[in-house]
């Protein structure tokens, strides 16, 4: 008779700890870079999407980019005069909170703040955002783009589709095969928190409304050993 699974007996102290090492390395890491490259970057992200960083590796393959735990950073960097790596870097690491992480470059400051000014990638929303922009859909025969563009442009709404946009609120119906609104719907307004219907709503009618942007916030240079914030730069 063969050994039942629930039997199965599991030495819980021969578990890996493998968050410490990961910490250990990205510390590690982290001051090599100093050491390795000519400029420190502080950047912030809007709309997290691991697509969109990816393709920023490939980017800058010639540079370092870190986007882990931010208390981490800051103490590779060092968060005192005293414990610094590198002199004036724990001025750096003050701009190591939320949605942060590090760019190691040896490219121009001003060849790397000119390409993020302009750098944005458009996706769909998430639940639990804020609503960028208000999206309502005219009454009658509902578009696969709900408006957005000309009818002329468009095709009517899959009749298969009519039991999933009334699922997520829509108060459709089926008129002779087509799917129809009797009024106006409004799916979300400016600054609304979205939920899980609404994005779902906006990305069956192909509305991106939120926008991956990278904001560089500061530099460290090795060369001068100075810190210097990019908006007081840019003003």
Same mark, same amino acid.
């Given at each position: ?7 199965? =007996? ?12 990961? $910490? ?13 490259? @000519? ?16 393709? !920023?590796?490939?980017?800058?393959? &010639? ?8 208390? =981490? ?10 414990? %610094? ?14 949605? *942060?992480?590090?760019?190691?470059? $040896? ?9 993020? $000014? $302009? ?9 639990? /955002? ?20 000309? %009818?002329?442009? &468009? =095709? ?17 119906? !089926? =008129? ?13 307004? %400016?600054?609304? *928190?979205?939920?899980?219907? @609404?994005? +779902?709503? !906006?990305?069956?009618?192909? *509305? ?6 990278? @904001? ?9 050993? %100075?810190?210097?914030? /990019?908006? +007081?730069?840019?003003?």
């Amino acid at each position: 008779m063969p050994k039942s699974k629930r039997a199965r =007996v599991f030495n819980l102290t021969k578990t890996e700890k493998k968050g410490k090492e990961l $910490s250990l390395k990205l510390f590690s890491n982290v001051q090599e870079c100093v050491d390795q490259y @000519q400029y420190c970057f502080v950047f912030s992200i809007e709309n997290m999407r691991n697509t969109y960083l990816k393709d !920023l590796r490939v980017e800058f393959s &010639d540079s370092r980019l870190f986007f882990g735990k931010t208390k =981490v950073m800051a103490k590779a960097l060092g968060t005192s005069p005293e414990d %610094e790596y590198q002199p004036n870097l724990s001025q750096l690491s003050s701009h190591l909170a939320g949605n *942060v992480g590090l760019l190691f470059t $040896s490219r121009e400051p001003a060849d790397i703040i000119s390409y993020f $000014s $302009s750098y944005s990638q458009m996706d769909y929303a998430r639940a639990g /955002i804020a609503a960028s922009r208000e999206f309502t859909i005219p009454a009658g025969v509902v578009y696969s783009r709900g408006g957005e563009i000309p %009818e002329e442009e &468009d =095709v009517p709404l899959a009749h298969s589709l009519e039991t999933s946009v009334r699922g997520n609120g829509m108060p459709t119906r !089926l =008129v002779k095969g087509r799917v129809t609104l009797d009024s106006p719907y409004t799916v979300c307004k %400016e600054g609304e *928190v979205l939920n899980s219907h @609404q994005t +779902a709503l !906006l990305k069956l009618f192909g *509305v991106a409304t939120a926008e991956f942007k990278v @904001q560089m916030k500061a530099y460290w240079s090795a060369a001068s050993n %100075e810190v210097k914030e /990019i908006e +007081a730069m840019e003003e």
